[in-house]
Nanobody, 110 residues
Framework: VQLVESGGGLVQSGGSLTLTCVRR????????VKWYRQAPGKQRELVAT???????IYADSVKGRFTISRDNGKNTAYLQMNNLEPEDTAVYYC?????WGQGTQVTVSS
């Protein structure tokens, strides 16, 4: 497994979580990193992308609430999620090029 996510959990509506994605191996700094999520019965959707230069791009549904970042020295990407809503409940996946993590469950209770 090249990408390992962590940080998911159960949180109340309005709460916050930070997801972490660690890449095992080299070349982390050379490609964008993306966070996707998949809710039950729904297609996987792109939530946020961070470019090689550190610029974040967000889905409209999370803009202003989520922040993506990366630390190339630690081969790690983060997704800071604030003001969480029940609609954010999903399995969150980290992606870089052809590699995917195993996913981490985020559950937001109302």
């Amino acid at each position: 497994v090249q990408l390992v996510e962590s940080g998911g959990g159960l949180v109340q509506s309005g709460g916050s979580l930070t997801l972490t994605c660690v890449r095992r191996g080299a070349f982390f700094c050379q490609s964008p990193v993306k966070w996707y999520r998949q809710a039950p019965g729904k297609q996987r959707e792109l939530v946020a992308t961070i470019t090689v230069g550190g610029y974040g791009i967000y889905a409209d549904s999370v803009k202003g609430r989520f922040t993506i970042s990366r630390d190339n020295g630690k081969n790690t990407a983060y997704l800071q999620m604030n003001n969480l809503e029940p609609e954010d409940t999903a399995v969150y996946y980290c992606n870089q090029n052809q590699d995917w993590g195993q996913g981490t469950q985020v559950t937001v209770s109302s």
